[in-house]
Every structure is written in structure tokens, then in C-alpha cells.
């Protein structure tokens, strides 16, 4: 049980594009889901943070006009990279938690490569 | 600003040995605690949850918390050459649960 796909897992693009990435929880309703940016060597950091028909909420530094996350169901949410840069160039990676609670686990997906030309 | 901190290794221990992984978190009020196992290239797996202070085993892995002193621990027993990973640390801040990761510690377990 409490598994979470994201499509696609690895995606290359032109710089100045835009990207959607997609993060199902397949056997579970999602009240909340979390968005990750990975750089190499580096740890997982937080990007946003979103609950099933409501606006996401971005950690600080995060610039929600580039970043547009969409969580229209229990079961999906997406986030779009658009105008995409090299510098964007990341492995992304979702999450999601059943219950919304800071003792809820929270499972993750298999994660997005994503390299900007 | 809250913080989880770990070393980052690498730890290398022979196979069979006990191999044995610390963390340290800023945030007082943190009420839930996670290791999580990375693969290169892949997304972390969840190993084990502790909530309360003391220990919590789950076959070859014991957890161990001290909220006192602000301490998490990661023991794993009889350590295979396919647990070398890097171990992520996490804690939760915030009513929602949002996690705050530590750097991680890269263990490498040799034949």
C-alpha cells in the first residue's frame, strides 16, 4: 500500500519551455502533498506545500509564479516548471501524506529528472 | 532557523558488523522523526517513524529518540552489502507535517 507515481521520470527540454510534471498517490487519498527539488550531493528541500482545492503554500524562496502547482484531487497533483532554465535542471520529487498531521508519513514518489538545455 | 544535521561520511563498515547513524535537530517542538534510505539516481524509501522518546526496532533496524537532547539514531544490525545508501534524517515542523531533511550520511557496507 501508499504508493505515489510521478510521470514522467525523466524529462529533457529547451530552455524557455515549460514543464508539467505529475504526482499520483494510486492507492490512498492525498489531503496533502509536498513538492521537493533535489540538487546532487544534496539533500531533499522542501519547494511547496499543497492540500487537495486550495492554493499551495511556497517555503521562502520559492517563486510561486514559476513553480505553478495544481492539487485539483485527492489522488493528483502537478507541478508545472515553466519558462524553464538550466539552472532548473533538478531531480523533483513529490510526496504525499493521507492525513495532513505532522505525524502522518509521508510517501514518496520515484522522482522527476528534469534537464533544461 | 530549524536544522537537521548529520554526518555526512562516508561510514564504511564490514558486513555483519552493526552500523550505527546520528542526527541532531534545532526544533524543539519537532513531534515526528523519520529515516529514510537513498539509492543514487533514486527518491528516498521510509524506514522507520519514531514519535516518542526511546527505541522502536523493526528487524535489523532500531531507531532511537531523545527529545531531551535532541537526538535521533539509526542502528542497523547485521549490515548487508545492499543497505549502502545514504540515510536521510527527518523532521517535522508546522501542523502539516512539512519535513526538513538532513544532508544525509553515505554508509558503505563492504564484503
Known amino acids: 500500500g501508499a504508493v505515489v507515481s510521478q510521470h514522467p521520470s525523466w524529462v529533457i527540454c529547451k530552455s524557455g519551455t515549460s514543464v508539467k510534471i505529475e504526482c499520483r498517490s494510486l492507492d490512498f487519498q492525498a489531503t496533502t502533498m509536498f513538492w521537493y527539488r533535489q540538487f546532487p550531493k544534496q539533500s531533499l528541500m522542501l519547494m511547496a506545500t499543497?492540500?487537495?482545492?486550495?492554493?499551495?503554500?511556497?517555503e521562502q524562496g520559492v517563486e510561486k509564479d514559476k513553480f505553478l502547482i495544481n492539487h485539483a484531487s485527492l489522488t493528483l497533483s502537478t507541478l508545472t516548471v515553466t519558462s524553464a532554465h538550466p539552472e532548473d535542471s533538478s531531480f523533483y520529487i513529490c510526496?504525499?501524506?493521507?492525513?495532513?498531521?505532522?505525524?502522518?508519513?509521508?510517501?514518496f514518489g520515484p522522482g522527476t529528472r528534469l534537464t533544461v538545455l | 532557523q530549524k536544522e537537521v544535521e548529520q554526518n555526512s561520511g562516508p561510514l564504511s563498515v564490514p558486513e555483519g558488523a552493526i552500523a550505527s547513524l546520528n542526527c541532531t535537530y534545532s526544533d524543539r517542538g519537532s513531534q515526528s522523526f523519520f529515516w529514510y534510505r537513498q539509492y543514487s539516481g533514486k527518491s528516498p524509501e521510509l524506514i522507520m517513524s519514531?514519535?516518542?522518546?526511546g527505541d522502536k526496532e523493526d528487524g535489523r533496524f532500531t531507531a532511537q529518540l531523545n527529545k531531551a537532547s535532541q537526538y535521533v539514531s539509526l542502528l542497523i544490525r547485521d549490515s548487508q552489502p545492499s543497505d549502502s545508501a545514504t540515510y536521510l534524517c527527518?523532521?517535522?515542523?508546522?501542523?502539516?507535517?512539512?519535513?526538513?531533511f538532513g544532508k544525509g550520511t553515505k554508509l558503505s557496507v563492504k564484503p
Open positions: 527527518a523532521v517535522t515542523w508546522g501542523s502539516q507535517g512539512n519535513l526538513i
Open positions: 510526496s504525499a501524506s493521507q492525513g495532513g498531521f505532522s505525524t502522518d508519513t509521508q510517501y
Open positions: 519514531i514519535y516518542s522518546n
Open positions: 499543497s492540500n487537495e482545492g486550495s492554493k499551495a503554500t511556497y
